[in-house]
């Protein structure tokens, strides 16, 4: 997982705008599709995105990889 925010100046005071969750999954391929609907389901269900994303944009992006051994 990587996670970047961006922040910027208000008032003299840093806030934070944006936030973007990179989540890496190294998984078969018979898992990529379940993966996917978990992820899509994920921010609506999560109590921490709930309370931020009113006040802070947050995005969220699913890197699949195959796993060689699987």
Same mark, same amino acid.
């Given at each position: 997982?990587?996670?970047?925010?961006?922040?910027?100046?208000?008032?003299?005071?840093?806030?934070?705008?944006?936030?973007?969750?990179?989540? @890496?999954?190294?998984?078969?391929?018979?898992?990529?599709?379940?993966?996917?609907?978990?992820?899509?389901?994920?921010?609506?269900?999560?109590?921490?995105? @709930?309370?931020?994303?009113?006040?802070?944009?947050?995005?969220?992006?699913?890197?699949?990889?195959?796993?060689?051994?699987?």
């Amino acid at each position: 997982m990587a996670v970047t925010g961006e922040v910027e100046k208000e008032d003299g005071v840093l806030v934070i705008r944006r936030i973007h969750v990179l989540y @890496r999954l190294l998984a078969a391929q018979k898992d990529e599709e379940a993966a996917r609907r978990a992820h899509d389901m994920h921010a609506p269900n999560c109590p921490v995105y @709930r309370t931020l994303s009113g006040c802070i944009d947050i995005s969220t992006e699913l890197g699949f990889e195959l796993d060689p051994g699987s």
